[in-house]
Nanobody, 133 residues
Framework: QVQLVESGGDSVQAGGSLRLSCVASGFTYSSVCMGWFRQAPGKEREGVAVIDSDGSTRYADSVPGRFTISKDNAKNTLYLQMNSLKPEDSAVYYC???????????????????????????WGQGTQVTVSS
């Protein structure tokens, strides 16, 4: 019954913007850890941004000041606003969730980075983002 569905991926030119959405069913966003991950061909899946149940956020070093993660608890929807897109941002973007707050992960207090993908139990099907130069 738990399901995450991403949308908003597209092909854009460098410097453009996209807004990704992730609609959840089977649970609410009020007390969970939510995140966006991406995977390019031949590369491992990497964390892009996460948002905790209390609203705190963390971002990958590769997207400083360009991406913004947010959520609407009433709509059970997660967003990723992406600005100033670069060709290296091209990847399949995945929405991920865990039923406990990010701050309850053991790695949260040990490291300031985004938790490993293995910390997340539920995943969407992915949405393709392609940025051309």
């Amino acid at each position: 019954q738990v399901q995450l569905v991403e949308s908003g991926g597209d092909s854009v030119q460098a410097g453009g913007s996209l807004r990704l959405s992730c609609v959840a069913s089977g649970f609410t966003y009020s007390s969970v850890c939510m995140g966006w991950f991406r995977q390019a061909p031949g590369k491992e899946r990497e964390g892009v941004a996460v948002i905790d149940s209390d609203g705190s956020t963390r971002y990958a070093d590769s997207v400083p000041g360009r991406f913004t993660i947010s959520k609407d608890n009433a709509k059970n929807t997660l967003y990723l606003q992406m600005n100033s897109l670069k060709p290296e941002d091209s990847a399949v973007y995945y929405c991920a969730a865990n039923f406990r707050p990010c701050r309850h992960f053991s790695s949260w207090s040990i490291s300031s980075s985004i938790p490993s993908r293995y910390a997340f139990d539920y995943w969407g099907q992915g949405t393709q983002v392609t940025v051309s130069s």
